[in-house]
């Protein structure tokens, strides 16, 4: 097992985690969980490859996991407010009693 | 691979379980920062220390705590009577088992192809930088704006309407 295939093992691993936790999670805020997890997990895949593959020096992709960062903590912002909002609405948070899409 | 490495990744995994698993919601935002950290010292171990202490900063700093902010504001952390799992969680879970054989497959196969450089890349933060505002202008001018624009959306979204003031 090479050191790079260990990492996207591990990385496809905690992806698979959050996809689980996204879909079977009756809590709205835990469903965001679950996509924060698989958002890291395809950081961790993009400096893998930056580390082991051929001319780091570039930084193409270390650049691309800190805009990852960036984008994954606006998605955060903005979904957890959404998630407020309904709540405030709806009164739950529980996704398998939002069944309608009208208010 | 390295003692360290298998330590870091059982910390994160444990964490990622431990988040998706755990019955109480508060318990599971203090599970996700064990896996954040878990996956910002694998960063560290990749010599990705900039990246590792962007991950430390943003997420076990502001995105875990933004978690527990929605988690006590929607009183989330009240343990629902009828299990913390929705109706169709096999079905979810043989879709995320499915893509984890998928994936796994897909990198056991191409390990004879993957590259493995040797050499340690020694990136600094000057060189960091310096690509940012070189190459890389163009996608943080755009992430700014993004950011901005996401700032301004979520206290939009999240701002009480007061009655009759529509």
Redesign the interface.
Known sequence: ??????????A????????????????A??V???I??ML?AA??NL????????H??L?TG??F???S??????????G??????I??HAKT????AMNRMKG | MSFVFYMLAALSVTGALAAVLLKNTVHCALALTVAFAGLALLFLDLDAQFAGFAQILVYIGAVAILVVFAILLTKGSETPKDGVFSRTWLVGLVIAAGVFAVLGWAVIGSIRVLPQEKAVPTVTVLQIGNALVGRYVLPLEIVAVLLTAAMVGAVIVAMHEKEGEK
């Open positions: 097992m090479t050191p790079l295939a260990s990492y996207l093992l591990v496809a691993l905690l992806f698979a985690i959050g996809l689980a936790g996204a879909l079977t999670r009756r809590n805020i835990l965001l969980i679950g924060e997890l890291n950081n961790l400096i893998a490859f930056w580390r082991y593959g051929p780091p020096e930084l270390m650049m996991a800190i805009f960062i960036a984008v994954a903590a606006a998605e955060a912002a903005v957890l407010g959404l998630v407020i909002q709540h405030r948070t529980d996704l398998d």
